[in-house]
């Protein structure tokens, strides 16, 4: 990979920030003080500093957010400049193209995927791959008793087809943990609408194999451990 793009890969300015850098001799690799924007460095191998700073190197980056309420599942880049998006709050990245694998909505908490890894990103979210995803749901009132089997036969949300099949856990009258398998727009909330109910909180706890740490509260988030990452990358719900 070239120099530049690789110090702009990693977070140390655009390429133009970037070539003035490596100009003005700041940058290093494997010791020496190297000028050429374009020379061909191996991100893996090669010892890359800004002065005296080594630069580090990530091809891909996986995190879990509990995504608190009041936060977009977008991307500085796909934001309006305004809002707080879900990768500002990763502070520690390496990689500036992170984004959030799926949507929540801003009043929605809980698990959300970021990363730059779009293949994986894709099998998650590709509407054919029916990837589950459960779903804690605060409701404003109690449902008729009936009401939970209706929804998980599928209902008219006004789509052009009625939701799938879905799984539903009564918790009390007005709370249960919901299973669907697609991620249609404000989905769950249509859902609840249909039986006259308001959903008043909403947080999702698991999306495919990945569930949320219990120990992150809104707002914070960690890695993802090897184990995380290989059972992400051997999913495939199609096989489930
Ligand atoms: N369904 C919703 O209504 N909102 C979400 O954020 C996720 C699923």
Redesign the pocket.
């Known amino acids: 990979m070239r120099l530049d793009k690789f110090l702009s890969e990693t977070g140390n300015g655009t390429r133009s920030e970037v070539k003035k850098l490596i100009s003005s001799c700041g940058v290093s690799v494997n010791g020496k003080i190297c000028r050429d924007p374009s020379a061909k460095i191996s991100e893996e191998t090669d010892d890359v500093r800004i002065g005296a700073a080594p630069v580090r190197y990530a091809r891909y980056e996986y995190f879990m957010l509990n995504k608190p309420q009041g936060v977009i599942s977008a991307t500085r880049d796909g934001g309006n400049g305004k809002e707080v998006c879900a990768t500002d709050l990763i502070r520690d990245k390496i990689r500036k193209d992170l984004f959030p694998a799926g949507r ?2 801003k009043d ?1 908490e809980g698990l959300l995927l970021i990363t730059n890894d779009g293949g994986l990103a894709h099998r998650l979210l590709s509407p054919k791959k029916h990837v589950d995803k459960t ?1 804690y749901v605060e409701l404003d009132a109690g449902m008729e008793h009936d009401a939970a089997e209706r929804l998980m036969a599928g209902v008219d949300i006004g789509d052009e087809k009625p939701t799938l099949p879905c799984g539903i856990r009564m918790l009390t009258d007005s709370s249960c943990l919901i299973t669907i398998r697609e991620g249609r727009y ?5 859902m609840f609408q249909t039986e006259g109910r308001t ?1 008043t909180y ?1 947080k999702r706890l698991t999306m495919g194999p990945l569930r949320l740490d219990e120990k992150l509260e809104p707002g914070d988030y960690r890695r993802l451990t090897p184990e995380e990452i290989k059972t992400l990358e051997s999913f495939d719900s199609d096989k489930k």
Not at 186 to 190: T, V, Y
């Open positions: 929540l909505d929605t779903y404000h989905q769950i909330k249509r959903v909403l």
